[in-house]
């Protein structure tokens, strides 16, 4: 199947370029995509080589909503027509037959994927619009690490870090009765968290923030979630928690081993949680279902809406950091 795609080269130069996918096998499915969703950590963390998954070319995106146009004989539970959302893009070569790494791929016309697996696809909630949900990994993300760690009602929680999976932590903490303080150097994305349940809004930048967590609860914070994937941040963020609190490490801090004094972690017995991934279907479900049903209004969340056309020059801006986003849609039809 020919297709286009956005590329990324070893130099970080992003092109359109015509690629193929393989045919459609017998267990898989061919998605037309209508949407994209752009995550800047993740992304731009292989991009710059932070974290690998594949050599060079690279196709990045690991989310995304369409419609089903071939469905493989062995495929059951799926029809042609039918909106769907997906995580992966299986294969991939340019015109030249060079081979690209799908990183995963869904930034591409089209998809062809294992339907029935854990980065497969599953049918759109009715009443999910399609934009707004090509965004769904996000807040799955942050919905997964709130159920492992599990916030009770009345605790107080500290999302440190509030892009996209800050924000999906700050709307479930939300949503299950705790008190929560966003903290963030991005003046916009704090007034971003106080539309999804955040009480407290501190920037970092402007302010000491340990002091002024501890202004709000003088004994630490029953939860806190590293939400911004900097290793650096570990230190910062630990020391908000009270004695037998917890905390989540919710970021992604890439391959290289890290480091962390190790007294304030053990002096306040913490328990630790590492999320990995976005739960799998049960959570994005959930965060689809409750776009679907306005409980989760993550349309506030999308900076940026563009056509495929324009993806390069975006993608340039931001790796240059000229560009501030925070969500960002790319339209495939």
């Not at 971003?192 to 004994?219: H, Q, T, W």
């Not at 908000?240 to 004094?261: E, I, K």
């Not at 306005?294 to 000229?322: C, D, M, Q, Y």
């Amino acid at each position: 199947m020919k297709a286009q795609a956005l590329i990324c080269d070893e130099k970080q130069r992003f092109t359109l370029e015509n690629v193929v996918l393989e045919d459609t096998k017998p267990d898989q499915i061919a998605i037309r995509t209508h949407f994209s969703g752009v995550s800047i950590g993740t992304e731009f963390a292989l991009i710059r080589n932070k974290i690998s998954w594949g050599p060079y070319p690279l196709c990045t995106g690991y989310m995304g909503t369409g419609v089903v146009e071939e469905v493989g004989a062995d495929v059951q539970g799926f029809q042609v027509g039918v909106a769907v959302y997906f995580r992966q893009n299986e294969s991939m070569t340019l015109a030249n037959g060079k081979r690209v790494s799908c990183v995963t791929g869904t930034h591409c016309s089209h998809a062809i994927l294992k339907p029935n697996t854990s980065h497969g696809a599953d049918h759109l909630v009715p009443g999910a619009g399609m934009d707004v949900a090509s965004m769904f990994v996000m807040p799955a993300v942050g919905l997964y690490g709130v159920d492992m760690a599990n916030p009770r009602t009345g605790w107080t929680v500290v999302v440190y870090g509030v892009g996209l999976i800050g924000l999906g932590v700050v709307a479930a903490c939300a949503q299950r009765g705790c008190r929560v303080i966003a903290v963030d150097i991005n003046e916009r994305n704090l007034t971003v968290a106080r539309k999804f349940g955040a009480d407290y809004l501190i920037n970092s930048k402007r302010n000491d923030m340990r002091d002024a967590v501890m202004e709000i609860v003088p004994d630490g914070a029953d939860a806190v979630f590293e939400c911004t994937g900097v290793p650096e941040c570990i230190d910062q963020a630990i020391p908000l928690c009270r004695t037998d609190g917890t905390f989540v490490w919710q970021g992604n801090y890439g391959s290289a081993p890290l480091t962390m004094h190790f007294l304030p972690a053990h002096g306040r017995r913490l328990r630790m949680f590492f999320p990995c991934d976005d739960g799998w279907q049960p959570f994005r479900r959930a965060v689809v279902k409750n776009m679907a049903m306005g409980v989760l209004p993550w349309e506030k969340t999308i900076t940026h809406r563009l056509s495929f056309t324009e993806a390069p020059g975006l993608f340039e801006r931001i790796n240059r950091g000229e560009e501030d986003v925070l969500g960002a849609i790319i339209q495939w039809v």
